[in-house]
């Protein structure tokens, strides 16, 4: 993982599908106290005034992970980042630049 290059890493936007994805994140990166339930993360997800994106990167299995979470909050003249959240394994190679970036191009 530590090879990984930032330039494997993809953004998209989380949808309902990634909500088992989205718990292991919020699971693996934060205390229980201050985690997303999945009730919230699933009014994330249909929220207009909220995005959550997903930073996926290739796994050795052939299969893509979700190995980074950004959920941002509109306001009617900003846009706060409300929860980033980078799987441990993947900490180190540009997964939170990457998704801070995206947030300051929204």
Do not use: N
């Amino acid at each position: 993982i530590a090879t990984l290059k930032p330039s494997a890493i993809t953004l998209r936007l989380a949808t309902t599908e990634d909500l088992d994805a989205l718990e292991r994140v919020e699971r693996r990166c934060f205390a229980a106290i201050r985690r997303s339930s999945r009730r919230s993360l699933r009014a994330s997800l249909a929220s207009t005034s909220q995005h959550v994106w997903v930073g996926c990167v290739p796994g050795t299995d052939g299969v893509v992970h979700i190995a980074g979470v950004m959920t941002l909050h509109w306001k009617p003249t900003s846009v706060r980042i409300y929860s980033l959240a980078v799987m441990p394994a993947y900490r180190g190679v540009g997964m939170g630049r990457i998704l801070v970036e995206k947030a300051l191009s929204e």
